[in-house]
C-alpha cells in the first residue's frame, strides 16, 4: 500500500461552478437578503419533502428552536432528547427554559431506549426530540407508541399544545434530509421536522435550515408560516420583500422576536444543490455499499443504512469495533490521520461535555451510550470521494485495525 502524501478531508462542502454563478447572479441581482430566492427554495423543499409549506431559517438549531417557543414551551415544561447527539439538539431546550431530559441508547444501538422514553413521559413532558443520526430515521411508529400511550398524562399549556393533545414530536433530521422509513420520506412523519443545510450536511446553503410539519388541526399551514416568520424576523408583520413593494412600507412589531432568517445569497446554493441532491444521495449510497462490502465478516459492525424498511439520507459512515477502548480508539483516529485519512467520532455523548455536566448528568446513567461512543470511528463519506479514495479508506483502516 502506497502511502498518500495528500490527505483525505472528513466531509468537505461539493460545490460546484453552478452554484458559484448562482450565488453570483443573486449577489448583482440587487436581492441578497430574504426574498425570492428563499422563497422558491421554500416552496421545492416542500415539494421535496412532499409536504406543503416549509420554513427556511439560518440554522436547524433556529428551526428547532424557533418551534419550541410557537409550541409554547418554556420554564415548568419538561423536553425529551438522547443523550448521543450534538449539543444543539439539547441547547434549544435551555435557551427557551425548558428542563432538557437525557434518553440513554438502547443497547447497540444510536437511537435512544424507547422503554426509557415511555418511562420520562410525565405531565410536564410537552415534546420528544427524537435524532435521526447519521441519515437513518428513527422508529417514529414506536415513539408515537410510546407517547400516544401515556396521552392522559399531557397537560395542554396553550392552545396549540390543545390542538396535539398529546407529547409532541419534534424531529432532529439534521442528518436525514432525502431518508425514508416504511414507505414515509423524512419531513412527512413527525409533527415537525427540521433539517440542516450547514457546510458539512448532503445538501449545504453553506449556513442554514429548514422545518416542515404536518397539519395541525385547527391551524392552517399559512398560519403556522407565518408564525414562522414573526418568530424569526423580530416579530414584524412584513419582511423586507413585502416591504418592498409599492407603498407597503408600513408594518406592526407582534411581539419583541428574534433574528434567525436566511438570505437569498445562500438559498441561491441551496436551489442549485436540490437540482443535484438526487445524484449526490446515489454516489453516496454507492460508497457505503463499497464499505459495508468491505467489512463483510470483520470485526467492524457498521450502522445500516438500507434494508427493506429505511433508506438512509447516508450522511455519516458511522461504525463500532465491540473489541476496543476508547483509548484505542483515539489512536485508531490518529493513525488514521498520519496516513493521510482524517476520520471523526461522532458524538461524544452530552453527559461528557462541561456544559452538561453543570445541569447535572453524569456519563454513568447512559452506559449504552458510552459503550457506543468509546468503540466509534466515523470514515469519510463525502460526493468528492473517489473509487481509489475509498479503496485507499479500507486498507488504511484494515491496516490500522491489524496493529
Known amino acids: 500500500m502506497n502511502i498518500r502524501t ?6 468537505p462542502p461539493d460545490i460546484t461552478e453552478e452554484e458559484i454563478n448562482a450565488v453570483t447572479e443573486t449577489l448583482r441581482s440587487g436581492w441578497i437578503t430574504t426574498g425570492p ?8 423543499i416542500a415539494r421535496y419533502v412532499e409536504q406543503e409549506r416549509a420554513v427556511c431559517l439560518n440554522s436547524a438549531t433556529a428551526a428547532m428552536e424557533t418551534t419550541l417557543r410557537i409550541l409554547g414551551v418554556g420554564p415548568g415544561d419538561e423536553v425529551i432528547t438522547s443523550a448521543y447527539t450534538y449539543t444543539a439538539t439539547a441547547s434549544v431546550i435551555d435557551h427557551v427554559g425548558a428542563k432538557i431530559v ?3 441508547t438502547a443497547p447497540n444501538s444510536y437511537e435512544m431506549d424507547y422503554k426509557q422514553l415511555k418511562e420520562a413521559i410525565n405531565k410536564n413532558t410537552k415534546v420528544v426530540i427524537p435524532v435521526d443520526i447519521a441519515g437513518v430515521m428513527c422508529d417514529y411508529r414506536k415513539i408515537f ?11 395542554p399549556s396553550n392552545d396549540i399544545q390543545e390542538s396535539f393533545n398529546r407529547v409532541v414530536i ?18 412527512k412523519v ?4 427540521c433539517f440542516s443545510f450547514h457546510a458539512v450536511k448532503n445538501l449545504t446553503t453553506g449556513e442554514g435550515g429548514a422545518v416542515v410539519w404536518n397539519e395541525i388541526e385547527g391551524y392552517s399551514n399559512e398560519s403556522i408560516y407565518n408564525l414562522y416568520m414573526l418568530y424569526s424576523l423580530h416579530g414584524q408583520t412584513k419582511d423586507a420583500l413585502s416591504k418592498s413593494q409599492r407603498g407597503s412600507w408600513e408594518y406592526d412589531i407582534i411581539l419583541p422576536a428574534y433574528k434567525c432568517n436566511m438570505t437569498d445569497i445562500v438559498a441561491s446554493i441551496g436551489l442549485v444543490q436540490l437540482e443535484r441532491y438526487e445524484n449526490m444521495l446515489n454516489r453516496r449510497s454507492e460508497i457505503i455499499n463499497k464499505y459495508d462490502d468491505a467489512f463483510l465478516n470483520t470485526e467492524v459492525t457498521p450502522l445500516s443504512h438500507f434494508s427493506n424498511k429505511h433508506t438512509s439520507a447516508g450522511h455519516l459512515y458511522l461504525v463500532n ?17 498520519e496516513l493521510g485519512v482524517s476520520c471523526n467520532v461522532h458524538y461524544k455523548p452530552l453527559p461528557m461535555l462541561t456544559a452538561y455536566k453543570n445541569l447535572g448528568f453524569n456519563i454513568k446513567d447512559y452506559p449504552n451510550a458510552y459503550i457506543q461512543y468509546s468503540t466509534e470511528i466515523s470514515l469519510p463519506l463525502h460526493t468528492s470521494l473517489s473509487n481509489d479514495d475509498v479503496d485507499y479508506i479500507i486498507a488504511v483502516f ?3 485495525l491489524s496493529n
Not at 37 to 44: F, P, V
Not at 145 to 155: A, G, I, M, Y
Not at 170 to 187: I, M, N, T, V, Y
Open 37 to 44: 430566492k428563499t422563497k422558491e427554495l421554500e416552496n421545492r
Open 6 to 11: 495528500e490527505n483525505i478531508p472528513f466531509s
Open 398 to 400: 484494515k491496516k490500522v
Open 321 to 337: 469495533i465491540p473489541s476496543i477502548t476508547e483509548k484505542r480508539r483515539n489512536e485508531l483516529v490518529y493513525e488514521m490521520s
Open 190 to 193: 413527525a409533527d415537525f421536522t
Open 102 to 104: 437525557l434518553i440513554d
Open 170 to 187: 419534534l424531529s432532529d433530521a439534521a442528518h436525514a434530509f432525502g431518508a425514508r422509513r416504511d414507505g414515509e420520506k423524512a419531513g
Open 145 to 155: 407508541e410510546v407517547v400516544k400511550s401515556k396521552k392522559e398524562l399531557f397537560e
